[in-house]
């Protein structure tokens, strides 16, 4: 696990030193993802240069630096990752007479490439990575990023030089790099606390797409070509489905999640496992546990009993035998915290769990250097209730006249979310504990919006969106174009529930999720390992039928039976919460002065990202008690964190004016 960085300057002006004290600063802008080392590449006559930035994980020799060279020379690469089959693959290899200096993944992989060319070798890859790959034969740079989108690649023109690096805090150490803020950019973070696909908040920037080649030629000319499409999975994997029954599907999965996990367990240096005590992570802990030494597991809880599930990875990590550690949040911690999130993310960043995860990583960095994670159950195993949610309120109100609809969607809305919530406590002594919610007036008031949609993808985009209307708070008033809308973006297979899975794990999991975890953990130099996703066994979940992965009104199945096999059912079964933290008790608190600061409306005026009024109503709605308004609240507190946190105050650039 590594940060990477270089450029391409194609007029040719950059003098060799020069080359390499740029590559240099860039790769110095996010020393703590490879805090071990540091090495630069240069090539003055094809105004070619490197960066590489070591957290050393495998083969901790001088034999393992980076930028490294293939063994004819043709190729130097710089590489954030980890191939986990890279010893099958040597052995592969050996037998066709290939020799190695040290025992890294990095070796191997060069050697695959030459052997058997880019798009084939990286096919044959196992694992999370991005990379940079220079070939000096032909001129060429090759921009590659894994399947699932774990780890992070950007790149941008500015003027002549093509600049590239895992966050964008690499690129300011360019002199070419312009900060212009895209507008429309900040209207689609409005909308999913996150910048979506490829998009980036800088408008010259743009993310390699999960399980793509982006290819810039000696003319300057890029392409992108892909190796891999989760699409392709899925459609293949409907048309072939899992034939077995519940017991041979918990076993092919058993398989597959065996070997991912023992796979991920390939390390010179200790490590551990995150475990909040659900489905995804007590699957992975408890498949760890049984593969060797003890299993160091790591949990963070709040003082807030709502929010805490501290004791439920307690009594998993007892009954696997884990040597396990837990910090308790109090928000005097959080508060001290919170200044630290965004100068962890290179771009603005609004999931609030950003705060757990971030501390948690630094708990387990204490002492251990990779850790393993559950991220993509949900995904995968239909484990969000909003998939259910979206596909109930489609069917049955589908034939409904949109009157009728929106009639019922505001009688919904006249009663207050606090007036819901004291509803739903007087009747919880005879709610089943699996219909229980957290915050049930607000997820009732979603139902209303999703009530106003024309169609199934209005009404998903309503659940999952935030700011309903984006227009409405941003300071030039514009309309933003939400790709969720857009029927190219749907896929043409299964049925709705299948297609919000495909949709999730193509848009929040590597937007989102997997964006949290990296920044977090890379934060505190911490590799984090997902082996729920791995590509084999997202192959295997897209052959399950529904009903391996839905029973009873409750997702997971399949893996819930796999996890059954080794810890009791008592231990897991309840309410799916999230990884949730008290926000909104905190910022009527002990962060209220931090918050107030940031939301001052003379800032945001003078800005200019946000109309100040708009925001101002929301916030005092939320301190007045009236309403919980913190999911929209935070994200334009984080947003205008991320600016005080050293991003370049620049003027919102208008991309449908910018490009005319």
């Not at 993944?105 to 694992?127: C, H, N, S």
């Not at 966050?167 to 950019?185: C, K, M, Q, S, T």
Request: hydrophobic content about 45%.
């Amino acid at each position: 696990m590594c940060g990477i960085a270089g450029f391409v300057d194609f007029a040719g002006r950059t003098p060799g030193q020069e080359l390499g004290r740029i590559a240099r600063a860039m790769g110095d802008r996010m020393a703590y993802r490879g805090p071990d080392a540091d090495g630069v590449w240069t090539d003055s006559a094809a105004q070619v240069a490197l960066a590489h930035r070591r957290l050393a994980i495998v083969d901790l020799s001088a034999e393992g630096l980076q930028p490294m060279h293939s063994a004819s020379g043709r190729y130097v690469i710089t590489y954030n990752g980890e191939v986990y089959n890279f010893p099958a693959l040597r052995e592969e290899l050996v037998a066709k007479s290939c020799v190695f200096r040290g025992h890294s993944d990095t070796e191997v992989m060069l050697a695959a490439i030459e052997a058997w060319g880019l798009a084939e070798a990286v096919g044959r890859f196992v694992g999370m990575f991005a990379f940079a790959l220079w070939d000096r034969k032909t001129r060429a740079l090759h921009l590659v990023r894994d399947r699932m989108g774990v780890k992070p690649l950007s790149y941008g023109r500015f003027g002549d030089a093509f600049v590239f690096g895992s966050d964008l805090h690499a690129f300011a150490a360019h002199p070419a790099f312009r900060p212009d803020i895209d507008g429309e950019a900040v209207g689609l973070y409005l909308l999913r606390a996150c910048l979506p696909g490829t998009t980036s908040i800088y408008r010259q920037v743009k993310k390699v797409p999960p399980g793509a080649i982006v290819t810039l030629g000696a003319d300057g000319v890029e392409r992108t070509d892909f190796y891999w499409r989760l699409s392709d999975v899925a459609a293949a994997g409907l048309a072939d489905p899992f034939r077995g029954g519940a017991d041979e599907a918990a076993d092919a999965l058993e398989a597959l999640l065996k070997e991912a996990v023992r796979l991920r367990l390939v390390s010179d240096v200790p490590l551990g496992v995150f475990l909040s005590g659900g489905v995804d992570s007590s699957t992975v802990a408890a498949l760890m546990a049984e593969t060797g030494p003890r299993v160091k597991s790591f949990t963070i809880g709040f003082e807030a009993d709502a929010f805490d599930e501290a004791a439920y990875a307690r009594a998993v990590a007892r009954h696997i035998g884990a040597d396990h550690t837990e910090f308790t949040l109090t928000s005097a911690e959080a508060m001290a915290a919170i200044p630290r999130l965004a100068a962890a993310y290179d771009e603005p960043f609004a999931d609030s769990s950003q705060l757990p995860t971030l501390l948690v990583s630094e708990m387990a960095r204490r002492k251990v250097t990779v850790a393993l994670s559950g991220d993509g159950g949900d995904e995968l195993f239909a484990g969000y209730t909003r998939h259910l949610w979206c596909e109930a309120i489609a069917r049955r109100t589908g034939a409904m006249p949109p009157t009728l609809r929106r009639v019922i969607g505001r009688a919904l809305a006249a009663m207050s979310p606090d007036r819901w919530d004291a509803v739903a406590r007087a009747v919880a002594p005879i709610t089943p504990e699996r219909l229980r919610q957290r915050d049930p007036g607000d997820k009732i008031h979603k139902v209303a919006t999703m009530m106003e949609a024309d169609d199934a993808r209005g009404m998903y985009r309503a659940l999952i969106s935030l700011f309903a209307r984006p227009e409405g708070v941003l300071a030039s008033g514009r309309t933003v174009a939400d790709p969720m809308l857009d029927s190219a973006a749907w896929p043409r297979f299964g049925d709705l529930t299948s297609q919000l899975l495909y949709l999730d794990a193509m848009t929040y999991l590597p937007d989102d999720i997997l964006t949290k975890v990296d920044r977090a953990s890379m934060a505190v130099s911490l590799e984090a390992r997902e082996p729920l996703l791995d590509h084999r066994v997202v192959a295997l979940a897209w052959r399950l039928p529904l009903g391996h992965k839905i029973r009873q009104g409750r997702g997971k199945a399949v893996l819930r039976d796999v996890l059954y096999r080794r810890v009791p059912r008592a231990l897991i079964d309840r309410p799916k919460w999230g990884f949730a933290v008290p926000i909104g008790e905190w910022l009527r608190g002990p962060l209220r002065s931090w918050a107030e600061d940031l939301l001052a409306p003379r800032r945001l005026a003078e800005d200019g990202h946000f109309d100040p009024r708009p925001v101002r109503a929301l916030w005092d709605e939320h301190l007045s008690g009236r309403r919980n308004r913190h999911h929209l609240i935070w994200v334009i507190l984080m947003f205008n964190a991320w600016l005080d946190s050293g991003a370049a105050r620049a003027k919102t650039i208008d991309t449908a004016k910018a490009t005319a």
